[in-house]
């Protein structure tokens, strides 16, 4: 599925930028941001690798390059290089090289893996950089996915996603909602046995339901689903209407695309927020363009093109939903917890566990 028009770039970037320009004391910023040494020092690395399994589209990556370079007043030859990987795939390129005993080969990394951040840490890998704009990470901060000086996290959240005009009269106000009689047979869940994910919300969301929530919710006859894209293409066309756990950034696409007639909600007991963890390597070989890099990541205008491009929950204060089918982050308020990810490091059989018990009520 298509995820944005590359017209949007234009506007995004000269929306952006004119509001921090041409603002009363724009100028004035722009010209002190760009008189920062590290500006200087980064044109003479001449190059910033970013190591991720984000910025999954073109879209997103000259929408980044673009703004990276206007924010620090960079010229149009500094090289921005792409090394992108799923997540294991990341990982295990990273790895590769650590055991090897060799630098890293990469400046900075985005992954939803603050597990292997955490040990990454611990061994010396991530460089401890306190950035001006980490203060503004109030969301993350609140529920625990930021680990300051080493990183703070956008996120990605998965909530109830139904189509209005096969289900014109539901108010979803409650997971519990989901048990009603009128919706047997008429929903879909991703598949919890194999993706992690979807196996993490189900194990902490069983924490804050009644423990025979999800039995009850197994016998609404709900099919199981391989992957997002299926739940939505089952979404659109009627077949199934109900997405139990939808995805922010499927529902930003749809929103783009015109869908008017999907709906979302926020149940009251929470939604689970999930990390896109950024960090800078400790031996990476541009350090001072690691560095403006994150920055810019956590600047406003790189949030707003991230949430814009890649439909993730923004962690910067101040960051509006550029779509109607996504809340804003500063809204969400008491719903938003995240994963106990420290449960998650002590515990190495936790997340097959959640797998096993998932299968046992879904699927066996």
């Known amino acids: 599925m298509k995820r944005l028009r590359n017209g949007v770039l234009a506007s995004i970037v000269s929306f952006a930028f ?5 603002g009363s004391s724009g100028i004035a910023v722009a010209e002190e941001r760009c008189d920062d040494p590290r500006v200087a020092n980064a044109i003479e690395e001449g190059e910033l690798i970013v ?7 073109p879209e997103t990556q000259n929408a980044h390059r673009e703004g990276f370079l206007k924010y620090w007043c960079l010229p149009d030859d500094f090289k921005i290089s792409y090394d ?3 997540t294991s795939g990341t990982i295990a390129r990273i790895e590769a090289e650590v055991s090897q005993g060799v630098p890293i080969s990469g400046d900075v990394t985005t992954m939803p893996a603050i597990t292997w951040f955490t040990d990454a840490v611990e061994r010396g890998l991530i460089m401890a950089y306190e950035s001006p704009e980490y203060e503004h990470m109030k969301l993350p901060e609140r529920i625990g996915l930021n680990n300051r000086p080493y990183w703070t996290s956008d996120m990605y959240m998965m909530f109830p996603m139904w189509n209005g005009d096969e289900l014109p009269d539901l108010e979803i106000e409650s997971w519990h909602d989901l048990l009603k009689p009128e919706l047997k047979g008429k929903m879909s869940l991703m598949d919890g046995s194999s993706l992690q994910s979807v196996a993490l919300v189900f194990h902490y969301l069983r924490q804050r339901l009644p423990e025979d929530y999800w039995e009850k919710l197994a016998a609404q006859d709900i099919l199981i689903s391989s992957n997002s894209m299926h739940g939505v293409e089952m979404m659109m066309s009627g077949e199934r209407p109900m997405s139990i756990l939808g995805v922010s950034a499927d529902a930003n696409v749809l929103s783009d695309q015109g869908a008017t007639h999907v709906r979302t909600a926020i149940p009251k007991e929470g939604v689970m927020l999930q990390e896109q963890a950024t960090a800078a390597f400790a031996d990476a070989p541009h350090p001072n363009a690691a560095q403006l890099w994150i920055d810019f990541l956590r600047s406003h205008p790189g949030q707003v093109i991230f949430e814009k491009y890649e439909g993730r ?10 779509f109607a089918l996504t809340p804003n982050a500063d809204d969400i308020g008491d719903a938003a917890f995240a994963p106990d990810y420290a449960e998650i490091a002590r515990n190495a059989e936790l997340v097959r566990e959640a797998q096993e018990a998932f299968a046992a009520i879904f699927i066996n």
């Open 84 to 86: 992108i990987r799923n």
């Open 313 to 322: 929950v923004p962690g910067r204060e101040g960051v509006p939903s550029s």
């Open 51 to 57: 190591v991720a399994s984000i910025f999954e589209t």
């Open 18 to 22: 004119g509001a921090l320009v041409f």
